[in-house]
DNA sequence: TGTTAATTGTACGAACTGGTTCAATTGGTC
DNA sequence: GACCAATTGAACCAGTTCGTACAATTAACA
């Protein structure tokens, strides 16, 4: 009983007297997050772990308690990121609508995605950059993502069959086209503003270059 | 004669005996191009001073003698690189030809400058990464490239006016979406292939990407 | 009541890393 | 011949950085 600073408990060695909820989820999650910034902000390279820690409510102890290591640690902040993407994807529901409609709201969804979720454009980045070699090593990715695919497709055959869209696509081939339009605005912003001095986060320019981007996906399309 | 290293014709410290031609750009262009290979390969904070230093042709010394500090060298390299792409848009001559064939011709040759310079895409996205801090930091850069958007501002009138194109397009919008598409698949490469199981590489899948990039960008453009 | 998982804090160490120091020699140019 | 820029090579340093050791306490659950 030395210490009776009021709400800092301690364990061994000196450390707060306790009352402490345990709470393991809510530790990785707090960790999570504060790593999440910390690697889209300054990459796998570049960000540290006692950086991490400190901003953390717990201790580097824990992180690798959980975590094994900064590459785990890593790793686990990437799952995370697909998993919420994949969750997104699977909200969607398309089927009912349309064909061109269908395919001008997959289009308008996935550049907000984007725009509205920058660090899982700039923790992608970081993981090309390393050519993909931890979603490699991540079982857990994989199978999941081709269900955008498939959803494309659907759509596709349906609206060529009602003369829609004209023949000869590639599934794939429309994902790209909307992944690339949407990823780039965002991925490349800081070298666009420097360059061009063009403010793709500016609500204008967004609002524009979405629109754009509908368009030219429908217009890929169109028969 | 403090000095008494027995007979070797030495400089100091003991280095071998001298004949050596003196070549600062040569040196300078050595020391370039293997820190391009390795901040490309593993980022500015990835990249080891030592590791560049190794593999050059001189010595760490050099490198500080040459360009001050790490981020001395970073930015040249930067500098370097964007000077190459501006040499490139400078060599297009679009003016002769008719709008759309004008147009296609940028969009192929955007599109094979990024696939057959995929130093030039990662560095770009190594940048993104930084916020492009250091494209603001070097005074070299910025100026320069807006003769793209001058070059596709003039193709685009002229089209207007003969009817090939629609009206109220951007040029800002028209480059965006041309290197969009162009460097979405280099960039992104190694997570399509992870998670797709497609390979941008491949020659068959890049000679269609190529392909479709030409025909979205008419299609964008056409009345 | 006993057992295990969760938690607390710090200090430390070995390896790494950016950058400097030292001292001398040679190449080219005027 | 004088002078300066170019060049050589390795040791070294201070600060950083990942990861661990240590030692104890508490929460939760059976």
Redesign the interface.
């Known amino acids: 009983m030395e210490e009776m600073t009021p709400a800092k408990p301690r364990g061994a060695g000196g450390r707060k007297a306790a009352s402490w909820t345990q709470d393991p989820e809510g530790v990785r999650r707090n960790i999570l997050a504060v790593a999440r910034a910390e690697f889209v902000e300054?990459?796998?390279?570049?960000a540290r772990v006692d950086e991490i820690a400190a901003k953390t409510s717990t201790s580097k102890r824990m992180i690798y308690y959980y975590f094994g290591d900064k590459e785990g640690l890593y790793r686990a902040v990437l799952e995370e990121m697909y998993a919420r993407i994949r969750n997104f994807e699977r909200s969607l529901d398309l089927a009912v609508l349309p064909p061109r409609e269908a395919i001008a709201t997959l289009a308008g969804f996935t550049f907000d995605y984007h725009a509205d979720n920058p660090d899982f454009v700039?923790l992608?980045?970081?993981?090309?950059?390393?050519?993909?070699?931890h979603?490699?090593n991540s079982a857990k990715?994989?199978e999941l993502?081709?269900s955008v695919?498939d959803m494309i497709r659907e759509i596709y055959e349906r609206g060529r069959r009602e003369g829609a869209f004209r023949e000869g696509l590639?599934p794939?081939?429309i994902?790209?086209?909307i992944?690339?339009?949407s990823?780039?605005?965002v991925?490349?912003?800081?070298?666009?503003?420097?360059?061009?001095g063009?403010d793709m986060g500016a609500p204008g320019a967004r609002e524009?270059?979405r629109a754009?981007t509908i368009?030219?996906v429908l217009?890929?399309l169109?028969s």
Do not use: K
């Open positions: 300054n990459g796998l390279s570049g700039r992608v980045m970081v993981e090309n950059i390393h050519h993909a070699r979603l490699e990715i994989g993502n081709l695919i590639d794939i081939d994902h790209l086209t992944s690339a339009l990823f780039y605005n991925s490349n912003r800081a070298s666009i503003r420097q360059v061009f063009h524009r270059r754009s368009d030219t217009r890929m169109a």
